[in-house]
């Protein structure tokens, strides 16, 4: 069965420095995995989503992501962070060699602390 | 694109009521989702569907809850009986599959039992 972990429920960061998110996951084939956003009161953003291809995906806001197979993981990064990124984020996968459902992890709550 | 739309916004019932909650997804979106999301916590996945046939239902799902989406547009989700531990944000989404794929997510229904 495919699962998501987010080891850290919070992470802080001061306002200008590099932030990282970790996501890890577990499927038994290959992944499409996917970063969202829940500003407070507010609904889910999609930030950026790995299909195939470049490693490396780019998203919303300045936010990056990098898929590392060998590692199972799906790290968010930002190189210089805003008190505006401020929020929860969720890591999310779907196991595409057996089209099963998009399930989320449990979330981090991100503080950029000015 | 008008976005996926979830009707009622809120709900609050009496334990032992039934409730039903409607989304109305992105019109060629041919996969809905149902999650469940408590505060601070990540979406719980609950069911979804492709087209008009309902692909998976968690298993921790009692069988109090049914939904349904009889024409592959709109979808229901009706919990029978309620109780106060079913009090949540109910969030309803749509996607495409392959490339495009991504979630776009209702405002979701907030339900309290009382």
């Known amino acids: 069965a495919q699962s998501v972990a987010q080891p850290e429920d919070q992470v802080n960061v001061a306002e200008g420095n590099p932030l990282t998110v970790k996501c890890t996951y577990s499927v038994s084939g290959n992944p499409y995995l996917f970063w969202y956003v829940q500003y407070p009161n507010r609904g889910l953003q999609f930030l950026l989503k790995y299909i195939t291809g470049d490693n490396l995906v780019k998203g919303s806001y300045g936010f990056e992501a990098e898929f590392n197979k060998s590692q199972t993981s799906f790290h968010l990064k930002k190189p210089s962070a805003l008190v505006s990124d401020s929020a929860l984020y969720f890591c999310a996968v779907r196991d595409i060699s057996r089209d099963d459902k998009i399930i989320f992890g449990k979330g981090t709550r991100l503080h950029i602390l000015p | 694109d008008t976005g996926v739309s979830q009707d009622p916004r809120h709900k609050i019932t009496k334990r032992g009521q039934n409730v039903t909650f409607r989304c109305d997804p992105i019109?060629?979106?041919?996969?809905l989702y149902w999650y469940r999301q408590t505060l601070g916590q990540g979406p719980e996945f609950l069911t979804y569907f492709q087209n008009e046939a309902q692909l998976e239902k968690s298993r921790l799902l009692s069988d109090r809850f049914s939904a349904e989406r009889p024409k592959g547009s709109f979808s229901t989700l009706e919990i029978q009986r309620t109780e106060q531990g079913d009090s949540a944000m109910y969030l309803c989404?749509?996607?495409?599959?392959?490339?495009?794929?991504?979630?776009?997510f209702g405002s979701g229904t907030q339900l309290s039992v009382l």
């Open positions: 019109s060629e979106h041919n996969r």
């Open positions: 989404a749509s996607s495409s599959q392959g490339a495009n794929e991504k979630l776009f």
